[in-house]
């Protein structure tokens, strides 16, 4: 009984996903081979339980998805444009302090931000939940910078805003040094 | 044109491009001065790249099956490149890979060499 408690059943549930899908097809027996590899698999490489403080709100998550697109295709272009452009281009490595302190929202903003045009996350620092990231722009003046800052906090705000709980949601509002929208 | 050959055309698009990026992606690796920046080449084209490679293949296959597989592809690669790019990034961060010339602002090393802060 000890043992089946320490198994966390929804890692074994996504791992029968996955297993499934590689299979390719929904039958019993890949259902219930996949739950014998995914048990075995949770006692043989335990992992320390994941405290998820995860809800999902359909709006903000279909708002979050259409604008990962969009960024991850702009950002595709924009790096093609910038390695075939002349000459190399300024860079700069930002602090950006961000507002929700969970893991999962730091996480996924992490993520996120890879995908925006022209940044990369460098360092991540979880005490005081700042992103360092990697900058790569046309122009550096301070402007610019501060707009890379902004874009970051926006897609922090998105990200919140699809996952988040309801005091995440709160706390995004109410921490100084943020903007109103 | 019957459907069958409209996605034939849009298979064949999205491969090409998707071939296209990735390659330019691979020029990117040469070209650009320091490991930071080859990260964004080595991430961002590559990417969309391989989403539309995969795109066109699950156009072209039209079945459920191989579009479970094409889908566990994609996912995985969105869930691993940016964490693989950030531990890469953060080694070569602090081995000093750096092009220090080409960069015109640094907030880490501020909090790196400060002393108590170094984490």
Not at chain 1, 10 to 27: A, E, F, M, Q, S
Not at chain 2, 78 to 93: D, F, K, Q, S
Request: charged share 15%; aromatic share 4%; hydrophobic share 50%.
């Amino acid at each position: 009984m000890r043992t089946l408690r320490r198994i966390q059943w929804p890692l074994v549930v996504w791992l029968i996903v996955v297993w499934v899908l590689l299979w390719g097809k929904v039958t019993a027996g890949n259902v219930l081979t996949g739950l014998a590899v995914g048990v075995v698999l949770c006692l043989a490489f335990p992992l320390p339980p994941l405290e998820l403080e995860l809800r999902l709100h359909p709006v903000g998550l279909a708002r979050f998805a259409a604008r990962f697109v969009a960024d991850l295709t702009v950002a595709g272009l924009r790096t093609v444009a910038q390695i075939l452009g002349p000459g190399p281009l300024p860079c700069a490595v930002l602090a950006v302090p961000l507002r929700s302190r969970g893991d999962l929202m730091l996480t996924a903003t992490a993520v996120a931000v890879s995908a925006v045009p022209g940044s990369a996350v460098v360092e991540l620092q979880r005490s005081t939940s700042t992103l360092f990231v990697h900058v790569m722009s046309s122009r550096a003046d301070a402007a610019s910078l501060e707009q890379a800052r902004d874009e970051v906090r926006r897609l922090e705000r998105l990200v919140v805003r699809a996952f988040g709980t309801r005091a995440e949601i709160a706390e995004l509002a109410g921490r100084p040094g943020t903007d109103p929208s | 044109m019957s459907w069958t050959s409209v996605g034939d055309w849009v298979a064949a698009v999205c491969l090409l491009l998707g071939a296209g990026l990735s390659f330019v992606a691979g020029v990117g690796l040469l070209k650009l001065p320091d490991t930071l920046t080859r990260m964004h080449a080595a991430t961002k084209p590559q990417v969309l790249g391989l989403l539309l490679v995969l795109l066109g293949v699950a156009v072209r296959l039209r079945s459920w099956v191989d579009l479970g597989t094409l889908v566990l592809i994609g996912t995985f690669q969105l869930m691993t490149v940016p964490v693989a790019a950030h531990i890469v990034g953060r080694a070569a961060y602090r081995t000093g890979q750096v092009d220090g010339e080409g960069l015109v602002l640094d907030e880490l090393d501020e909090r790196l060499t400060r002393p108590g802060k170094a984490s």
